[in-house]
């Protein structure tokens, strides 16, 4: 088990730095930037210092190893649009309601998508798995900006229960964990109802029944630990994507957190937050797929890494 964490983190390290190569590469060799003559008619000195302070002096391989070395010492350099605080510190800023509003929404969709989607194959065919997969399906195709701005017009226009948007209070909470967590929990509930059928017409189910098992305790007994390797397959992934935050549920909601910056650091070419953040979702989703590998061999012995 150590053996294969060190060689997993290992191969983590040089797939961070195929990526921090290839984005630094691709950003600096697109014509155009925030530090064009047109953008910014400095001149002489006061240019190349400029330059100087956001390291964008010398070839791009000169950059590159001036930025890898400071990378490694924690320092992700100043962001281009707020030249007065670094780059770590922004994130670690703006990171916070991020992991809050997701950290919620996995507390909240998992339990609750695993329980319904149970619950529906339990009732296959009946009027609730009925109700169950009309839900489940509706919140899979339609998309979350769309159940955000419903849940504004209905809660916070019309009845004026909730605040529109904005951070502070839990009330800030409810309506953008709504919407964040019903994709989710739809696409668990459909996952969960089709593996619990599979593993209901299986043999150990029927030989359970045979021997008398009451029928509310075979789930819990013995079908729910056959779903929880698939269960990691299909979920483990999905919380990297919630942990970085959603910038269409985050800039409906006017939440100040990381999902924005994703896209309008982008946008607006600022070289130093994009590489930060392409390389910390790169190192999460490294430790993600390495946590689940090992649960993988903890829940069934029968898997070897």
């Known amino acids: 088990m150590v053996g294969y964490v060190i060689r997993r983190c290992l191969a983590l390290v040089f797939v961070v730095f195929v990526i921090s190569v290839i984005t630094f590469v691709i950003m600096y060799s697109v ?21 100087r302070k956001y390291g964008m002096t010398g070839s791009i391989f000169e950059r590159y190893i001036a930025y890898v070395g400071n990378a490694l010492q924690g320092d992700f350099g100043y962001s281009f649009f707020s030249p007065t605080e ?4 922004l994130i670690a800023r703006v990171w916070g309601p991020t992991l809050i509003l ?7 969709s998992l339990p609750l998508g695993v329980w319904l989607g149970i619950l529906a194959a339990k009732h296959k065919g ?38 529109s948007g904005g951070w502070g209070g839990p009330e800030h909470l409810v309506l953008p964990v709504i919407a964040y967590a019903l994709g989710p929990t739809a696409t668990l509930i459909r996952y969960i109802r089709g593996l619990t059928l ?17 029928e509310h305790l075979i789930i819990p007994r013995h079908v729910f630990k056959n ?43 600022d070289y130093p937050m994009v590489m930060a953040l392409t390389l910390i979702m790169a190192v999460i989703w490294g430790i993600t797929l390495l946590v689940t590998d090992i649960l993988y061999v903890k829940l069934d012995p029968r898997v070897e890494l």
């Open 126 to 163: 009946s009027f609730l798995d009925l109700i169950i997969n009309t839900f489940a399906t509706s919140m899979t195709v339609i998309p979350g900006f769309v159940i955000a701005v419903a849940l504004i017009l209905t809660f916070s226009a019309r009845i004026r229960l909730l605040p």
């Open 86 to 89: 670094r780059v770590q510190d």
């Open 102 to 108: 997701g950290g919620i929404t996995i507390a909240i």
């Open 227 to 269: 779903l929880m390797i698939p269960l990691v397959t299909v979920f483990g992934p999905t919380i990297p994507l919630i942990l970085t935050g959603s910038v269409f549920i985050e800039t409906t909601f006017r939440i100040p957190g990381l999902g924005q910056y994703l896209v309008s650091s982008s946008v607006n070419r």
């Open 198 to 214: 599979d593993e209901l017409g299986l043999d150990y189910v029927r030989t359970a029944r045979a021997k008398g098992l009451a």
């Open 31 to 51: 014509p155009g930037g925030p530090f064009e003559e047109r953008q910014m008619p400095l001149q002489g000195a006061q240019r190349e210092n400029i330059l």
